[in-house]
């Protein structure tokens, strides 16, 4: 059986230590607001905090999780590690006379197989949020904040200029960024680029057509999201909702539905009197059935619930 032998074991617990730190990145790089800029960074520390448990020669992370892992083997009766069969590489991947290095014991062959799977899990790291056009998304986003709290952007202005040539008027973008943090007038402290937009869509049509270039720009990061969260979620929402047994929902329902638990957050902030006599509202009819609803329905049916739950357990 797999499950007795050493590898597996060593593999198991190693898959274990390096995706708790990927699965958590992962869930931060889910959240509707995340930027690029933040994406970025966060993985940075990802892959830095990967490099700290890498085994060099000032850390021993890895002789604490071999012991951890040996000790486990022991526990449960799993066989003893061992070394490889001796196998000399192919003539083509060999440069000069030099005999082929061969690990010494089992725990310097599983040190490099531990070295070698974060390497690889670096790499792939790395490659994903290194790309040269997440590099120009993330130079948008900060031309932006650098604009609005009056930090140089001549870097990042150049940047983004020869890249979306006859795009934007040059010339109009930098006097537009430079008025942006008047126009806005944030009275908060803008940290990313949803704050921008929050205070973006408070602007008035004339204000708004004050920093059309800056504008533009704003709507070009909108239709590229930084985080795939909320197109994931949708869809996994709708394998919830459109099942075989309710196939034959219509498309305007199937929509309303599935806002629903994909912007949840908007959800919450409803007000369920409202919901409600906009229900009634909606046909002459329901007005005669259902009468109008207030606050204090709301609560009397509250306390009502709670009485009740209280005198089923007294009851139990």
């Known amino acids: 059986m797999y499950s007795k ?50 085994d060099d020669k000032n850390v021993k992370d890895f002789d604490l999780f071999w012991e951890k892992v040996t000790k486990f083997a022991t526990k449960h009766k799993i066989d003893a590690p061992v ?9 083509k991947a060999m440069w000069g006379k030099a005999p082929a290095e061969h690990p010494k014991s089992p725990e310097d062959d599983y040190r490099q197989k531990y070295n070698d799977v974060i390497d690889n899990i670096k790499s792939c790291l790395q490659d994903r949020f290194d790309q040269p056009d997440f590099e120009m998304y993330a130079c948008l986003e900060q031309l932006l904040l650098n604009a609005i709290n009056e930090k140089p952007f001549q870097e990042e202005f150049d940047k983004v200029t020869q890249f979306y040539k006859g795009d ?36 008035k049509y004339s204000r708004k057509a004050l920093i059309s270039e800056v504008v533009k720009l704003v709507k070009l990061i909108i239709v590229m999201p930084a985080t795939n969260a909320v197109s994931e979620r949708s869809f996994s929402a709708m394998r919830r909702l459109f099942t075989y047994l309710r196939s034959n929902m219509g498309m305007s329902r199937l929509n309303n539905t599935m806002v629903l638990p994909v912007h949840k957050e ?28 207030e606050t204090t329905d709301l609560r009397s049916n509250t306390r009502k619930r709670a009485v009740k739950s209280v005198g089923t357990q007294v009851n139990l």
């Open 5 to 54: 032998k050493f590898a597996y074991c060593f593999g198991i617990h190693l898959a274990h230590l390096i995706l708790s730190h990927t699965d958590n990145l992962n869930q931060t790089l889910q959240g509707t607001q995340m930027t690029a800029n933040d994406a970025h960074a966060n993985a940075k520390k990802c892959i830095e905090t990967l490099e700290r448990i890498r």
């Open 83 to 91: 070394l490889p069969r001796k196998r000399n590489p192919p003539l």
């Open 168 to 203: 934007f008027d040059n010339e109009i973008l930098k006097v537009q960024l430079r008025t942006l943090p008047v126009v806005l007038e944030a009275t908060e402290t803008i940290a990313n680029f949803y704050d921008i937009r929050k205070e973006m869509k408070k602007l």
């Open 266 to 293: 908007r959800l919450d902030k409803l007000s369920l009197i409202d919901v409600a006599n906009d229900f009634v509202s909606g046909i002459d009819h329901r007005e005669t059935v259902f009468g109008k609803f």
